[in-house]
């Protein structure tokens, strides 16, 4: 098989229909297992309990402009706090993981003379799909 790179511009990521890719500086789906270990007079056994996803997104603060993330996730919070939104995250390869978020409220604020920035560690409520096309 040949070396294949993908990097972060290679993702295109949509959040309830709309595409933030041009604003997000970073994105990330990560999975945290929780795993009992046992000890038993064989040995250690292992058991796995569950997983929980969360979906980490850096971006420039856009407040204000056409489509912003900020107000979105604001207004989602604000409006529908129990509401899921459905996330995709697709690469260049056709690989396309799809899954839902619950929102989080943006901060605000930044220091001079930086750009404005926002990071937000938002759980998922499904467990990611993964379709490659």
Not at 29 to 50: F, R, W
Not at 78 to 102: D, K, Q
Not at 111 to 126: E, F, G, I, N
Request: aromatic content about 8%.
């Amino acid at each position: 098989m040949p070396t294949t790179i993908i990097t972060g511009r290679d993702l295109v990521v949509t959040i309830a229909t709309v595409n933030y890719d041009a604003q997000a500086t970073s994105a990330t789906l990560a999975n945290s297992p929780t795993v009992e270990t046992y000890q038993t007079l064989d040995g250690k056994a292992y058991k796995h309990i569950d997983d929980q996803w969360t979906f980490d997104i850096s971006m420039l603060a856009d407040w204000g402009a056409t489509g912003s993330l900020c107000e979105a996730l604001w207004t989602a919070c604000e409006t529908a706090p129990n509401t899921t939104l459905a996330v995709s995250m697709t690469a260049v390869t056709g690989a396309v993981f799809a899954f839902n978020v619950m929102p989080v409220f943006p901060s605000v604020g930044g220091a001079a003379p930086d750009a404005q920035t926002d990071t937000w560690a938002m759980l998922c409520s499904t467990t990611p799909v993964l379709t490659i096309t």
